[in-house]
Nanobody
């Protein structure tokens, strides 16, 4: 099993930045693809970003391209989401997900999920 724990969420004004972290523990050698998803109140969970094991391949939702950057430090079993130029519509609970493959935006194919961290962006 793999456990994922997110951190770094908080309250920020529009235009500001936050960096989310996701620390993995357990059988982390089984992880290949890592992703970030988010869920706003009353809405479905949406894909945000994904990275392959090496981080050389990344994939982003159109809504965050050019503003968010996913990266990973495999030595630390940690994946990051750097979020810049935040907008009120980025307000959501952000979830980290891990997979034995590289499912990109296909949430069903992720095997492990964290509990989420709240990001609130004020206008």
């Amino acid at each position: 099993q793999v456990q994922l724990v997110e951190s770094g969420g908080g309250f920020v004004q529009a235009g500001g930045s936050l960096r989310l972290s996701c620390a993995a523990s357990g059988r982390t050698f089984s992880l290949y693809g890592m992703g970030w998803f988010r869920q706003a109140p009353g809405k479905e969970r949406d894909f945000v970003a994904a990275a392959s094991w090496s981080g050389s391949s990344t994939y982003y939702a159109d809504s965050v391209k050019g503003r968010f950057t996913i990266s990973r430090d495999n030595a630390r079993d940690t994946v990051y989401l750097q979020m810049n130029s935040l907008k009120p519509e980025d307000t959501a609970v952000y979830y980290c997900a891990g997979s034995r493959s590289y499912p990109k935006d296909d949430a069903v194919r992720y095997d492990y999920w964290g509990q989420g961290t709240q990001v609130t962006v004020s206008s």
